[in-house]
Each structure stands twice: as C-alpha cells, then as structure tokens.
C-alpha cells in the first residue's frame, strides 16, 4: 500500500502491476492540487484507477474528469444524451421504468479500447455505476502494456512492424447490429492503426487490438482472423486481466492506449444495470518504433 499522504489518500494496486485502487478521496468534491497530482501520476503508471463508493452527480463527474484533460463527444450523434453531450449513459431502463430485456450496446461485451476506430482515440473512460445487477454486468480490463512484454523478441518485433485496420461498422455487424449508414460511414471512416503503439506517460510498449480492429493490411481475411484470435487470446489471459465487479458509487477509469475491456453478459430482463461515462479526448497514436 503506497500513502499518497494526501489527506488520508490511498493507492492500492489492483492486479500487480495493472490497476490502482484510490481510496480516502470523495471525489465528488473539488479536489486539492497534490490530491490531483497523486491521482493522475498513480492513473499514468498503472492504467487503471478505482474509486469506490461516490456520490457523483454527472456534473461533478464531468468536472472530476476535467482534471485529466479535455473531454469529447460520441462521433456518432445518436450517442448524445441531451443534458451533458459529455456524458454517454448505458441503461436498460424502459419508459415504464422497469428492465427492458434489452442490453444497450451489445457491442460492449467483445474486448475493445474504446474509440479506436477514430484517427485520434479516446485517451481515457470514466465509468461510473449508478445501479448494477446482482449477478453478471462486470467489466473486464486486460492490460496490453503486461500482454506485449510478455512476448517472447521475435513476436514483439514483427508485431511492431504490423497495422491494422480498425472500423467501427464491422464491430458493430459483429455485435449482431445494422452496419452504419452512409452518413455514419463518412463520419466515421476506417483508419489505420499500429499493432503497437507507444504508451507516452510510461514509453512503454502497448499492444493496440480489440473488437474495432480486426483486419490486419496485407492479409486475408482468413490470415486475420487467426492472428487477430491468437493476439486477443494472449491478452486476455488471467494473469493479465483484471475483473471489476460493480458496486453502485464506483467510478473506474481506463486507459485505451494500453488496455482493452469488455463487459459480460446479465439478466437484462430482471436487472437493472445504469452506468454513465466521460471520455477523455485523446492525441495522435504513437506507433512503436
Ligand atoms: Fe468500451
């Protein structure tokens, strides 16, 4: 346990390495410069930063987000909602006020680092849990920093040479939805990314992989496949992977340039499960050298 000697702050790593556990902070509340500077240093290093037990209204949690960055809207405006245009909820809540029986983006449960189908991705997600089910609605994070070094030197470095095309139209036809229209499609064209890319706050190395990216360039369809499972099969391998099991108050924040996560499956006839998340605005992927 690392004392952030902030006022009663604590950083307790999660999975090794992978995650921090922040905890003596409200941080619904506005924060001191230190607390802050704990905060996003333990959040560079680690990747992962849990905090449990808030009351955060969206407005407080928009305004926590700040202390990292800028923050962004959905490229797709159907992903607005209308108060906070910064604030993306994902409910199963009908008007009558019950469950639904309809998950809100099937396309959560593949592994995925958010936005990666976007020239300039998502820096980071805030994830905060307003109601969850008693069974299932977990998130999972695999590190893809712990994933690429645990390669062996020859895969590392054809891995480096790689790229790979990442489309936001062919994550969701694989989630079971309607491709995107023509008027999507030009919003949010496919754009090219390095296998791997560079980590700035560490200069580590990330692997960069998941739902939205699936076709390698220069291979087939069928070559891509393989690869594209065999990639995703090293990365989520237990000891690389943390689960988080929601209470409601928890706040969990991600970085997509080194990890990749997915949610897993609940009753969504029974439960009801309410999250809400900021994104932070992202810069250029760095390839790897
Ligand atoms: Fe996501």
């Keep these: 346990m690392m004392d952030g000697g902030k006022g009663g702050l604590e950083l307790v790593p999660l999975h090794g390495d992978f995650g921090i556990e922040a905890r003596g902070v409200d941080i619904s509340r506005p924060l001191d410069a230190a607390t802050v500077s704990a905060l996003r ?4 290093r680690h990747r992962l ?19 990292f960055g800028e923050l962004e809207v959905h490229v797709l405006d159907e992903y607005h909602k209308a108060r906070h245009p910064e604030i993306f ?3 199963n809540i009908g008007p009558d006020g019950k ?7 099937r396309g959560t449960l593949f592994w995925h680092s958010d936005a990666s189908f976007q020239k300039v991705p998502a820096l980071a997600t805030l994830l905060y849990a307003e109601q969850v089910p008693r069974d299932g609605g977990h998130t999972m994070f695999a590190d893809m920093i712990g994933a690429y070094e645990a390669l062996g030197a020859s895969e590392r470095e054809r891995y480096r040479a790689m790229r790979v095309m990442h ?3 062919v994550s969701r036809l694989k989630a079971g939805y309607a491709g995107m229209t023509e008027a999507q499609r030009r919003q949010a064209p496919p754009v090219e990314q390095p296998l791997v890319r560079v980590h700035p706050p560490t200069g580590r190395l990330a692997l960069y992989l998941g739902s939205h990216g699936q076709e390698f360039v220069g291979m087939t369809e069928h070559e891509s496949r393989g690869l594209f499972e065999r990639i995703m099969n090293h990365c989520t391998e237990p000891r690389f992977v943390y689960d988080h099991v929601w209470k409601p108050g928890d706040l969990v924040m991600w970085d997509n340039r080194a990890t990749v996560h997915r949610g897993t499956e609940y009753d969504t006839a ?11 605005k992202g810069e250029a992927v760095v390839a790897a050298a």
Excluded: C, K, M, Y
């Design 167 to 169: 489309d936001l139209h």
């Design 89 to 91: 909820e994902l409910s």
């Design 270 to 280: 029974a439960e009801p499960r309410v999250v809400r998340r900021t994104v932070l």
């Design 99 to 105: 469950p639904n029986a309809v998950h809100p983006d």
């Design 49 to 67: 930063l849990v905090v449990r037990g808030q009351d955060l209204a969206p407005e407080a949690h928009i305004a926590f987000t700040r202390h």
């Design 41 to 44: 240093d333990a959040f560079g």
